[in-house]
Every structure is written in C-alpha cells, then in structure tokens.
C-alpha cells in the first residue's frame, strides 16, 4: 500500500477551539510502506495561561512554551508535511478541529484529504480490547510508550499502533473485508479507501485459515481439544504435591503458608463431603488455593467441581489468568469450561440478520465490524467479550439468545453446553447457579462438589434471581421491538399484507398508549406517598394495604394491559406458524419477542394485585424523570430455608469463599444468612498477608459533627471541607467512598464553590458520565486527583501500589434509611423479638466497612492513609465492633490538621 499517512498528536489548553482554546505541542509522524520515515515535534506559544490541570495531565508547563514559536510561525512547514497525504489521529474529531482553527488563524487553508481515526479503526480490529484509550492499546500491544500524553510521544505510539492495526486488517478474510468494505461507507473516518486497498491485495486468496461460513460469514476454526499429558506418578495426588510445596509458576511468585492451608482446607472439605466457610484476605492467591485441590480432587475422583463467581472479571481471570498455572502445575489431563446464561451468547441467526438490515445508525453499522472480525476470533461467543459503545449496547443485547428460546439450536451455546459436559471443572456465575437450582430444565452438567467464590455476594444475586423487576423503559423497549418486527414484516408485504399483522399493529398502538398511562399513574403515586431523597423516591407497597382511588385506577389499567397483550398475542397466532422466507425469519422474532412480553405482563399483574408472604415490593422512580419514568420491584425477605434445602441439603460439598465474610473474627452473621447453621461447616478465616501496622494507617477526624446531630446538607459541606483540605495537603490520588448516592451529590455541591482553582481533579461517579471502570481510568491518568465513588466502588476496584496512597469514608456505611429491603428485614427480626439494629444493619454495615477498606493496601508493598470523616467510629459503642473487624494497625484520633501532619509525616 503505497500511501503516505500523516499521524497526528497535539496537546491544547482545553477542549475547545471554538471557545479559543489553543494548542501548546504538535507531534507528527509520517508513515509510509509501514515505517515512519519522518517527525516533526514542537511546543508552541499559546499567548494564554495554561490551566493547572492540563499541566498536571501533560507535564508542560509555562515555563515550556513561554519561549516557544507562535503556531503561524511554523504553519506552512507542517501544511507541507500534510499535503496529499491522510490524516491519521487517535480521535480525529478532537486533534482535527483545533489544527483546522491554527491553520485558518494563520492563513493557511485549511486540510482537505481522507481522516483515518485509530480509536474507531481500533475498536473494529480489536473488538475485544479492554480500553480504547491511547496508552492502554500500546500496553496491549507491546507498543513503548515513555510520555503519555505529550504530543511527540503520542504521535509516535500512534503511528506505531496505526501500523499494527493495518497489519491486522491485511490478515482479515477476503470475505469479511468485503463485508466490512460495505459498513465502511457509514463510519467517521475513510476506513473504507484502507479496505479498498488491502482487498485489492488480497482478491486471489482462499480461505485456508477458516473453518467455513455460516450464512456468509466467516467463523473462527473450532479451538483444538486439550492434549493429554503423561501422567507424572509422583506429583498425582494432592497429598503428594501438597508435602512437596512446588513454588507455583507465577511470576514473582512467593511461597504464602496461608495460601497452602487453604489449599489442604478446601480440599479437605470436598473429599470429606462437608461444607466450608473460608475467609481469604486480599493478597493471598485465593483463586489458586481453591482452584488447586478442586483440580486434584476432580481428577482423583472423578468428580466434576463447579466453581461460582458473581463478577465477569474473576470468571475472565480464572480462565486467563490462574488457569494456564494450573495447567502447567496439574501432572494429568484437565479439561476445564466456561458456562454462562443463554442470553449471554451471540445467536448467529440473528446476527445474520441484522447484518442484511441497512445499517443507517453509526452505532449499528460500527458494531456489525466489530462483530464481524470478532467472530474470527472468538471460540466462545460470549457477547461479554466484546466491548462496544453504550450506544451499541442496546443493539448487541437484542443479538442474544433468547431466554425462552432453545439453546440447543444455537451455535455458541450447544458448543458452550457441550464442553461443560465433558469438562472436569465448570466455571459458571450465582446467577446462573441459582437458576439451575429451582429451573425445571438445568443447563448446568450434573455435579455434587461446589466452590462459591465472591460468596458475600451470593444472597443478593438470590434475591434479584428470584425477584422480579419491570420498568417503563423495559416495556417501551420491547413493544418498540415487537413493532419495528411487524413494521418490517409488513413492508416485505406491500403488494398485499396480511389482515393479521396490521390488526396487531393497531392492538400494539393501543398496548404501548395504555401502557404510557399506567407508568405515569405509578409514578405520581409514589411520589405523592414518599417525598424523593437525593432526587430518587422509593416507596414499599403491599397490594392489600393500598385502598385509594388512585391505586384502584392503576390496577384496573393493569388488568386492561394484560387483556390487550392476551389480544396481540391472539391477533399474532397465525403468523407465529406462518412460513416466511429467510434463515431466521419474522415469525421467530416475533414469536419470542411477545413470549418476552407475556413475562412482563405477567409480573406486572403479580407485582400490583398479588400477595406474596415473604416478599416485599417497592416502586422507584426519579424526582426530575420522564413523566412515566418509574421502576417496580419485589424481592424475597429471607432466604437461608432456600439455601438450606436446594443447595446445601442436596450437594455433597459447598465450599464458599470470600474476603469479607467474618464481623468480629466470627461467621455467625453470615451462616444465619446463607442458612448453614444446622449443617456445622467447616470455619476458617486467613488475614491478608500483609504487615498492615508499617502499611496502613487509620485516622478519625474529631472535628467533625457529628452525623446523626447536623441535617446531612451540613454535614456533606463537613465533608467537602474535609476532602479538599486532605487532598491540597497530601497531594495524591485521593479516593472517597459514600454509603449513598445523596451525600455525595450534596458533597459535590458542596465542593462546586471552590474546587475551580484546585490542584486536582475531580471525579464523581453519577456526575461525570461513564462506567465505573472508565472514571477509574480517568483517575488513574492524574498523579493529583480525588475520585468520589459510592456502591461498586466499595469492592472490585483493584488500584495497587501508587495508584492511591489515601482513602476516605466519609460516613460509616448504614444502609439509608428508605431502602426497602433493610426495611422489611427490621421488621422481620423485630415481629421475632429480636433487635434489627445488632443482628441486620450493623453486621451489614462492618462487612461493607471492610470491603471498602479493603480497596486501600493491595500488595505487600504498598503504603497508605485511611480517612475515616464518622466520628461516631470512636465515640460509639458499636464502633468498636468496625475496628474489631480491621487488621492491627494504628488509629489516630485528633484534629484534622493534626492529623494531616501525621499522615503527611507517615506517607513520606
């Protein structure tokens, strides 16, 4: 391809160009034949301060660019250099505007060839990249990358990354760049002049490297069956390899007492048949001290191990990560799989489909070139893999199994299923355990022996299993679905539809209109009863105890949605046998799309008219929502009696781990919960192996209010005060945990006043846009930031090392005082004659404590502050059941400025 590419990286004064923002550094690498042949790099004078946060992020300062050239100074040597060539840049739609503005500011015109974007070219030849983000692709990819986000580094990885996205795009099949070729003209960029050229490369190929099409497109070759080993005798038994200790083959690797006890524990436990209750700290290699013996006792007996994670990120790491260990540890043959939900694979039939659609939508068209070179890849097809635009995310959803749907029939799942089968340990999600549990046809293999990691998590995932849920959006969804299927169904029609599909259309006209109106009704109704907190309102109902005229109106406008889905439905009928053209026709989608709808309808009427002993019920809506916006919900109070007879009474052994399991050193709490008190399980907890006295440091402000004797609005500015006078003085990554979404959002309100001049950055979750993962990468990109976080933050973020030095909780963690499970938990205990405050909040709220603590030392060389803003840690009774629950380490209590100066003197 002989083209000559002009790879672009500039760095500004701000966002915006049009605001006269200007740029401070312009790096630039010409590639041509695939090597850079050319650089330019230079700091330009943007005659206006620099704000302090882009010196943070960039590193340049005043002082770099006081003496630098004006941009005009140098314009007509970088137009040179631009001139009939592409331009390249990671995010086009940033670099481009702002060279535009310079140029057109110094008389130059003003660039007018192909743009070639490595963020979109990136997400279609790395479908399955964590982050799209500059310096996490370079990791990904070996690529050197020694100044992030300085101009002349940026554009010199770029080029590089640039480089190796044309190299992986020359290896695609002829028939999938065809395919791509055809989207191309929908993208941002002119990826379609690349594809045009290595298609004309490649127009004599065949297709050795793949295994077939299916529906004209290519799929990856089966991943070859694990090859057997020889079996070592001597190393055959878990005894025998326990007495030996090998060191395992980790890098870094350090041989842990607690690790190996563990392993003995667990294996114990499955050999003997007895369940175990196993508290493993962070930092003690806990996977593998599970996944060891359960590889050793599934080979010595026979036996299949299913293992249970709540998170993606620990099943993708056992697979990736602790998996290739114990392979080269096991001295036999082991085969090992992966089994998610049907709703977590990709149905090829529908995809076909929805490759054939006219893709007029960005998002449409981008995620069929994903998924299109993803499906080279992929042995799996699970649809986790994949990471895609939130704008897309609606769309790959739809391209999923259906859960009514047979997964026998569908590619990636039978295959999925059938490696389970043969597999001697299954690694699966609660989720799908617990429907296994109670469902009339199991997907999961049949097994005795069960390891629950993340088992903290277990009750909750119980209760969303077996709650139900239907919100406005939900249903618009679906109907929106249902009609844009028989839309098209009719279209394909013109010459002479069907009478059948256009009285559907007007029974789905009439479905969604009654529908608007039973959401509205809803949502005004609890608010009405409930005054919204933090601008959410979530009030518990019983549907025998709501006796208004209103509540009557909306159950009788239940009942008309019920009748009118039973009318589609009816309407619908002959068309669900109908015989239609095409691999997956209509009538499939149709008929498993108003399946879908039956579920909903039938919730609905379940959650509004009916009483169910043991279950409470809520409907959340938003204060400043759509007028319909609205959310109903029902979850089961208790369940340990289900835990005790559909889990615990019927398999033989159930070993559940976690690092939060214990309040006060002892599992009483916990075995209450999951119903393992009859069954005397086996009780361990090993401490994280580090030395938390010389790594971690506790300190307890004694000037601030305290909680329950201020309104919280006085107390988030406390806490404002609090944080910015931590963050200016220690000047690290900085991150504060809230119990609640509302004392943050007042908290950041707070800090509105006077954070513009600040040093740091702020990040808020639920005020910035973006996934947890992604604030966390934000934070990570500055040495000087504050990240507020509240619910997921307090477990599974994982920031080692530098990554944070201080941690602050601004308030113990309760659960507020409106959340309706806690609720109808109090008055279960109390109708019992027990006190919900000792026996649910508190143990609750210490095991949250912990989790949150937890985020601060990662590794044995770590060193850090935790900040904890609630008094009431020290001045309590209770509080000394959350220190009882920590590891030794020492608690400063005092003044907040005396305690700065120790933190201070500590962290150096």
């Known amino acids: 391809m002989a083209t ?29 034949d695939g090597l850079i042949v050319e650089r330019f790099a230079s700091f330009f004078n943007p005659e206006q301060p620099i704000p302090l946060f882009i010196q943070q992020l960039t590193n340049i300062n005043e002082q770099m660019v006081e003496g630098a050239p004006l941009f005009a100074d140098r314009a ?42 490595t963020v979109e070219l990136a997400r279609i030849v790395l479908p399955t990249a964590e982050s799209y983000k500059l310096g996490d692709l370079a990791r990904q990819l070996g690529l050197h990358h020694d100044r992030p986000h300085q101009a002349d580094s940026d554009a010199e990885v770029t080029a590089k990354l640039f480089i190796a996205l044309l190299e992986r795009l020359r290896r695609l099949p002829l028939m999938t760049l065809e395919q791509l070729r055809r989207l191309a003209r929908h993208l941002k960029s002119d990826i379609y002049l690349l594809l045009d050229a290595v298609i004309a490369e490649k127009q004599d190929e065949r297709p050795t490297d793949w295994a077939a099409a299916y529906r004209g497109i290519a799929l990856k070759k089966p991943a070859p069956e694990l090859e057997k080993k020889e079996r070592r005798p001597a190393l055959a038994s878990f005894s025998a390899f326990y007495r030996q200790k090998q060191p395992l083959p980790l890098p870094g690797y350090k041989h842990r007492a607690q690790q190996w006890e563990m392993m003995q524990l667990v294996y114990e436990a499955l050999s003997t048949s007895q369940h175990a209750l196993i508290e493993a700290g962070t930092g003690l290699g806990k996977s593998l001290a599970y996944l060891i013996p359960a590889a050793f006792f599934a080979y010595e007996r026979q036996e299949r191990v299913v293992i249970s994670t709540h998170t993606l990120q620990l099943q993708e790491q056992l697979i990736r990560r602790d998996w290739p260990v114990l392979r080269q540890i096991a ?38 070139c994903q998924v299109l070179v993803w499906l080279l890849e992929t042995d799996s097809g699970d649809l986790d893999e994949l990471n895609v635009s939130s704008g897309a995310r609606l769309l790959l959803s739809a391209l999923a199994i259906g859960e009514e749907e047979d997964g026998g029939r569908h590619h990636f799942f039978a295959r999925a299923k059938e490696r389970a089968e043969q597999a001697d340990i299954v690694i699966t999600n609660h989720a799908l355990l617990l429907h296994d549990l109670t469902g009339p046809a199991p997907l999961l ?68 209109f009654e529908g608007d109106e039973l959401f509205r009704l809803l949502r005004r109704y609890a608010l009405d009863k409930k005054p919204a907190r933090a601008g959410r309102c979530r ?16 159950v009788e406008l239940c009942w008309r949605l019920r009748d009118l889905a039973a009318a589609l439905f009816a309407e619908a009928k002959p068309l669900l046998s109908a015989d239609t053209s095409g691999d997956f026709p209509p009538s499939a989608l149709l008929s498993a799309d108003l399946a879908a709808l039956n579920r909903q309808m039938a919730a609905l009427v379940r959650l509004l008219t009916e009483k169910e002993p043991g279950v409470v019920r809520w409907i959340e809506a938003d204060e400043k929502g759509a007028a319909n916006a609205v959310r109903l919900y029902s979850q089961p109070v208790d369940l340990a009696d289900f835990f005790a007879d559909q889990l615990f009474m019927k398999k033989r052994s159930v070993v559940l781990t976690s690092a939060t399991l214990t309040v006060r050193g002892r599992f009483t709490y916990m075995a209450a919960r999951l119903g393992l008190e009859d069954f005397y399980p086996l009780c361990r907890s090993f401490p994280p192996p580090f030395r938390y006295e010389e790594q971690a440091a506790l300190f307890v402000p004694a000037d601030m209010p305290l909680v329950s004797a201020v309104p919280l609005e006085d107390y988030a500015e406390a806490v404002a005060a609090s944080v910015l006078a931590i963050a200016r003085r220690l000047g690290r990554r900085v991150l504060v945990l809230f119990p609640s979404y509302e004392l943050l959002k007042l908290t950041v309100d707070a800090l509105k006043t006077g954070e513009e001049g600040e040093p740091f950055v702020l990040i808020a979750q639920g005020v910035q846009s973006g996934s947890p993962a992604k604030l966390l990468r934000t934070f990570l990109q500055f040495e000087h930031a504050v990240l507020f976080g509240t619910s997921s933050f307090w477990e599974g973020v994982d920031l080692p090392g530098s990554a944070l030095d201080v941690l602050v909780i601004a308030r113990l963690p309760f659960a507020p005082p409106d959340d309706p499970v ?40 770590d060193k850090g502050a935790v900040f904890v803003l609630d008094r009431r840690l020290m001045s309590s009774l209770y509080g000394a059941d959350f220190l009882a629950s920590l590891p030794p380490l020492s608690v400063h209590e005092g003044a907040l400025s005396e305690l700065l100066d120790k933190a201070e003197t500590w962290l150096s």
């Open 445 to 512: 293999p049949p097994f005795r022996h069960l390891i629950i990691d993340e088992a903290h998590r277990l009750e909750d995932a119980a209760a969303r299993c077996f709650g139900e849920q239907i919100g406005y959006v939900s249903f618009r969804l679906l109907t929106a679905k249902i009609a844009q299927t028989i839309a098209k169904w009719v279209e394909a029609e013109q010459d002479a539809p069907n009478g059948a599909l256009v009285r559907c259309q007007q029974r789905l006209e009439e479905l969604q």
């Open 4 to 32: 000559r590419f002009v790879i672009i990286d500039l760095e500004t004064t701000g966002n915006g160009p049009k605001k006269g923002d200007r740029i401070i550094q312009l790096g630039m690498a010409v590639v041509e």
């Open 331 to 368: 001295p036999f043959p082991l085969r090992v799989a992966v089994l998610k939900g049907k709703q977590n694979y990709l149905s090829l039939d529908k995809f076909a489909s929805f490759l054939s659609e006219p893709s007029d939508t960005y998002d449409a068209a981008l995620l069929k």
């Open 822 to 861: 806690m609720e109808a938990k109090s008055e279960r205990i109390r109708s019992g004659g027990g006190d919900p405050f000792s026996e649910l909040a508190l143990p609750e709220a210490v095991l949250r404590f912990k989790q949150g603590f937890g985020r601060l030392i990662r590794t044995e060389d």
């Open 539 to 554: 009030y518990r109902f019983s549907p025998t105890d709501e006796q208004s005229r209103a509540w009557q109106a909306a």
């Open 76 to 117: 007509g040597e970088i137009a040179a250099l631009m001139h009939g060539a592409y331009f390249v840049a990671h995010n086009v739609d940033f670099d481009l505007p702002f060279l535009q503005a310079e140029l057109e500011r110094a008389g130059w015109p003003p660039f007018a060839g192909p743009t070639i974007d």
